[in-house]
Nanobody
Framework: VQLQASGGGLVQTGGSLRLSCAVPGRTFDNYPVGWFRRAPGKEREVVGVFSWSGNREYYADSVKGRFTISRSNAENTVYLQMSNLKPEDTAVYYC??????????????????WGQGTQVTVSS
């Protein structure tokens, strides 16, 4: 399963951006899809995860109320809508499919299919 993230760019503080993750074969019907990010000099961290089969969602405290995960069945795409962006949101963003484990959102090791990442830069 090859995921492909896109939609990153440069945006000012307080702005919005929507990232897209192409997921082949509507695999997200059965497996959770997560968004992650890696800021310069930091470890990769979870941003949010959505399980449509289990009707569960998770968002990191740092993005709650600002970021939302949604999907388009017609386009086999999962979105990360980001609003009220802050400079600390600057990072490379990745989408990933969780094919292992029962914990939710689970550790990074449960996510075994990753997209290539897209850069988001928030200017102050």
């Amino acid at each position: 399963v090859q995921l492909q993230a896109s939609g990153g760019g440069l945006v000012q503080t307080g702005g919005s951006l929507r990232l897209s993750c192409a997921v082949p074969g509507r695999t997200f019907d059965n497996y959770p899809v997560g968004w992650f990010r890696r800021a310069p000099g930091k470890e990769r961290e979870v941003v949010g995860v959505f399980s449509w089969s289990g009707n569960r969602e998770y968002y990191a405290d740092s993005v709650k109320g600002r970021f939302t995960i949604s999907r388009s069945n017609a386009e086999n795409t999962v979105y990360l809508q980001m609003s009220n962006l802050k400079p600390e949101d600057t990072a490379v963003y990745y989408c990933a499919l969780k094919a292992y484990g029962r914990r939710f959102p689970g550790p990074l090791s449960d996510y075994n299919y990753w997209g290539q990442g897209t850069q988001v830069t928030v200017s102050s």
